[in-house]
């Protein structure tokens, strides 16, 4: 494979509490050396000047769609839009045609996976089917592959059959991934319920839908001493949830995703598909309270729920387009331009949020650029600003409302295993 010598980069590696300009060399798929200089010959020279090397993302929370709706997204699309984000790692949700639901689809994922461009860690449906009637072969996915459990798109609403899920999950010691959503209280809800669902004239989702589902998984948590991971926390009683958890030493761990922390129901300017995700755009004291969660260390993670869909489905009303909003080419500047630049997180911080503490909730060594770790690197300009555009994202989908937003934060570079799996056009 090679080498590859990265100089005078600000290497921002949180894992070992390192923010300073330092060289890094790379050989085959490892760090062979990080020093303040390295001199030697390398197969390629990247002069990263002025710019950020951190450990590539890891994004516990997409939806690659295959199989199924290879029509919205597709492994390879949905992968390179990854390394087009700097994400080197993806867990991808079970909520596919057929379901990941059994070790041989999770074989089957595995196998199609196995020229993408980043590492692809499956997640296994809870439930088979998603039906919520009786438990998967939860057993027999993990040695498959899977690296965490999740009914994602829906709650296990029979509690007694999460119940026994949970025991399952900490027998066999693997996280619990939850959607917080309890579905009689949806009540054909399209968007946070409010003043402006009424001005809109659309039926509205309380907080309620989410909190009662987040208290009643921690506590069933407890009881079991499972690992439980809170998916697309948009409440502020959800925060106050978590850190209630953190105080009773409850192994919970939550995810806040970039569109929750940075748009508000106030913005929606009109009924318009591409406004509809599930948790919705929440008040701003919601927003202000996942970001005070996010500085304070209760909310660990930032994950995008990337979730694409066609053009049409997402071109029309609020009431009848799909939940979903796209994330992976966008999180890291959005995370760096409402986080970083407005004082909320350091860098570093950031970093840990995208890389290192998701690598710790699904147990993998990744995260990190310690010499003899595996080079999954990516590599950003933090000082220059740009609109984001959606017509250039390599994921088939494009509905988010952050198009033509002005941000800063651009990946120009990719690396996993190292091996150059994104390269920008332009600085």
């Not at 290497?11 to 890094?24: G, H, Q, R």
């Not at 700097?86 to 909520?95: Q, R």
Request: proline letters at 4%.
């Amino acid at each position: 494979m090679g080498t590859i010598l990265i100089k005078k980069g600000r290497l921002v590696d949180p894992a070992n509490k390192i923010d300073k300009v330092a060289d890094i060399l790379i050989r085959d798929d490892k760090i062979e050396k990080v020093a303040d200089e390295i001199k030697c010959e390398a197969d390629e020279i990247i002069d990263a000047s002025g710019l950020a090397v951190m450990p590539g993302f890891i994004d516990l929370h997409v939806h690659l769609r295959e199989p199924g709706f290879e029509y919205k997204e597709t492994i390879a699309t949905g992968t390179k839009a990854a390394a087009r984000g700097g994400v080197t790692s993806i867990c991808p949700m079970p909520n596919t045609k057929p379901v990941i639901d059994s070790p041989e689809m999770v074989k089957e994922l595995l196998e199609r996976s196995k020229d993408a461009p980043v590492h692809v860690l499956p997640v296994g449906a809870v439930t088979i089917g998603q039906e919520g009637k009786e438990l998967a072969d939860i057993e027999g996915m993990k040695e498959a592959g899977i690296v965490a459990l999740s009914e994602d798109g829906k709650s296990v609403m029979d509690s007694l059959l999460f119940r026994e899920a949970l025991h399952e999950a900490a027998r066999l010691d693997i996280p619990m991934f939850s959607h917080c959503e309890d579905k009689a209280l949806v009540n054909g809800g399209v968007m946070n319920a409010g003043a402006k669902a009424d001005e809109l004239g659309l039926p509205g989702i309380t907080n309620s839908v989410e909190d009662v589902i987040v208290a009643r998984d921690i506590i069933m948590t407890k009881e079991a001493g499972a690992r439980l991971h809170l998916c697309h926390c948009s409440t502020a009683d959800s925060v106050t949830l978590v850190e209630m958890a953190h105080k009773q030493g409850l192994k919970v761990t939550a995810e806040v995703c970039p569109h929750h922390f940075t748009m508000s129901d106030d913005e929606i300017t009109e009924d318009d598909g591409r406004f509809k995700m599930n948790p919705p755009l929440r008040s701003k004291e919601d927003v202000a309270a996942l970001k005070e969660g996010l500085k304070n260390g209760i909310m660990e993670v930032i994950s995008t729920d990337h979730a694409p869909h066609g053009a049409e489905e997402k071109a029309q009303s609020m009431k009848k387009a799909p939940f979903g909003i796209v994330g992976l080419e966008t999180s890291f500047a959005i995370g760096y331009t409402e986080l970083v630049q407005k004082g909320i997180l350091t860098l570093s911080q950031l970093v840990e949020k995208m890389s290192v503490n998701p690598a710790k909730v699904i147990g993998i060594d990744k995260g990190n650029l310690a010499e003899g770790k595996k080079a999954d690197i990516a590599i950003a300009d933090i000082s220059t600003e740009y609109k984001i555009d959606s017509s250039k994202f390599a994921s088939k989908g494009h509905n988010t409302p952050f198009d033509g937003k002005k941000v800063t934060g651009k990946v120009l570079l990719t690396i996993t295993d190292g091996k150059i799996v994104y390269r920008s056009e332009n600085k």
